[in-house]
């Protein structure tokens, strides 16, 4: 199982910027995808970014241009950099990690972290 610990959430104006930090309990490079996912209330989870193991990045629709998730392997720690940030940004924020297993992939998750932003 990996645990995952997220930080970083809270309050911000629109246009206003946060940086996500989920960090991993075991080395990045034996995980196969470590994504960023949100919910918002009344809504269903949707991708917001994720990063294979080589390192290539996919992005939704919605945040395209404006988050980036990046890495620090030495720290096993992924980061989601959020900028001009919009009121429909608001939303849990859930660190996610895929690993290959002998019976498959699992997923974990992390325990949310809110994100608010007023316009």
């Known amino acids: 199982q990996v645990e995952l610990v997220e930080s970083g959430g809270g309050l911000v104006q629109a246009g206003g910027s946060l940086r996500l930090t989920c960090t991993a309990s075991?080395?990045?490079?034996?995980?196969?995808?470590m994504a960023w996912y949100r919910q918002a209330p009344g809504k269903q989870r949707e991708v917001v970014a994720f990063?294979?193991?080589?390192?290539?990045?996919n992005y939704g629709d919605s945040v395209k241009g404006r988050f980036t998730i990046s890495r620090d392997n030495t720290k096993n720690t992924v980061y989601l950099q959020m900028n001009s940030l919009k009121a429909e940004d608001t939303a849990v924020y859930y660190c996610?990690?895929?690993?290959?297993?002998?019976?498959?992939?699992?997923?974990?998750w992390g325990q949310g972290t809110q994100v608010t932003v007023s316009s």
């Open positions: 990063m294979e193991s080589g390192g290539s990045t």
């Open positions: 996610n990690s895929v690993v290959r297993e002998r019976r498959g992939l699992r997923n974990d």
């Open positions: 075991r080395s990045l490079i034996s995980i196969e995808i």
